[in-house]
């Protein structure tokens, strides 16, 4: 199954929140696995998703101040990532 899929970055959200509540640790190992798998995955592509928004702040910058800036952030926001 490698194929994607497109839906909106609300429900992408909304479907993070809602694992985020989710306690497993009452279930199979199995699942567990699975779950911190799908969570994680999540949570990576809200990352990747931000990273974009903070780097397209970049390329938009009305002039060499803004740019500074955004790029500043942009390198914060993906040392942060590495950590």
Avoid: H
């Avoid at 959200?13 to 199979?28: E, G, M, N, Q």
Wanted: charged content about 30%; hydrophobic content about 45%; overall charge positive.
């Amino acid at each position: 199954m490698d194929k994607n899929v497109m839906f909106p970055l609300v429900t992408l959200l909304k479907i993070a929140d809602l694992l985020r509540y989710w306690d497993v640790s009452s279930y199979d190992f199995a699942i567990q696995c699975d779950y911190d798998d799908v969570l994680n995955t999540i949570q990576n592509k809200l990352q990747a998703i931000e990273l974009r928004k903070v780097y397209s702040g970049i390329i938009c910058a009305a002039d060499e101040d803004s740019r500074f800036f955004a790029r500043m952030d942009y390198l914060q926001l993906r040392r942060k990532r590495r950590l």
